[in-house]
T-cell receptor, first 113, second 108 residues
Framework: ETGVTQTPRHLVMGMTNKKSLKCEQHLGHNAMYWYKQSAKKPLELMFV???????ENNSVPSRFSPECPNSSHLFLHLHTLQPEDSALYLC????????????FGPGTRLTVL | GQNIDQPTEMTATEGAIVQINCTYQ??????LFWYQQHAGEAPTFLSYNVLDGLEEKGRFSSFLSRSKGYSYLLLKELQMKDSASYLC?????????FGAGTRLTVKP
């Protein structure tokens, strides 16, 4: 595997389900990010992890819970989501922080019924 | 408030030059990024400006004026594969704010 990978690529879930999105980067970077991309809206930064520590949380609802167990892996745990949470969730990584070029994964297309 | 504004759509002809503008009003500024995103794909990095002036990289150039809160991306010798969305993003501390993107269509 190369670059940034995300699983699953597509996910359909009900509002009462609990699911997790997984991201893995094979680039040796030390910062990772979660973004949300909704139709007709700008890309939104959700969470920033640097050296496995969360350094930014852009007022994201608590039904989204990130986890970064090591510098190569990032998870987004989902529970009791709303239909408006349906979107493309993108993971990205960079070296030494957000001021450097970010490499994005292909995203997980999430549909909440 | 914080605003990052770009035109929604642009059309240009293969072989031509196109300039995509971005204006911003943000609470802070450390740098400005341009990303390219083809339909159904992830964004890919194009350029990063910290200081005023022009940064050139092959067919693509990006300009920044911090005093005016203004940037543009210049694409030369347009090719059909340049049809994509172009995202302007302002970085401040640990935050990154994106514009809604400009969808560029290149026609033969």
């Amino acid at each position: 595997e190369t670059g940034v990978t995300q699983t699953p690529r597509h996910l359909v879930m009900g509002m009462t389900n609990k699911k997790s999105l997984k991201c893995e980067q094979h680039l040796g970077h030390n910062a990772m990010y979660w973004y949300k991309q909704s139709a007709k809206k700008p890309l939104e930064l959700m969470f920033v992890y640097s050296l496995e520590e969360r350094v930014e949380n852009n007022s994201v609802p608590s039904r989204f819970s990130p986890e970064c167990p090591n510098s190569s892996h990032l998870f987004l745990h989902l529970h009791t989501l709303q239909p408006e949470d349906s979107a493309l969730y993108l993971c990205a990584s960079s070296q030494e922080g957000i001021h450097n070029e970010q490499f994005f994964g292909p995203g997980t297309r999430l549909t909440v019924l | 408030g914080q605003n990052i504004d770009q035109p929604t759509e642009m059309t240009a002809t293969e072989g031509a030059i196109v300039q995509i503008n971005c204006t911003y009003q943000t609470s802070g500024f450390n740098g400005l990024f341009w990303y390219q995103q083809h339909a159904g794909e992830a964004p890919t990095f194009l350029s990063y400006n910290v200081l005023d002036g022009l940064e050139e990289k092959g067919r693509f150039s990006s300009f920044l004026s911090r005093s005016k809160g203004y940037s543009y991306l210049l694409l030369k010798e347009l090719q059909m594969k340049d049809s994509a969305s172009y995202l302007c993003a302002v970085y401040n501390n640990n935050d990154m704010r994106f514009g809604a993107g400009t969808r560029l269509t290149v026609k033969p």
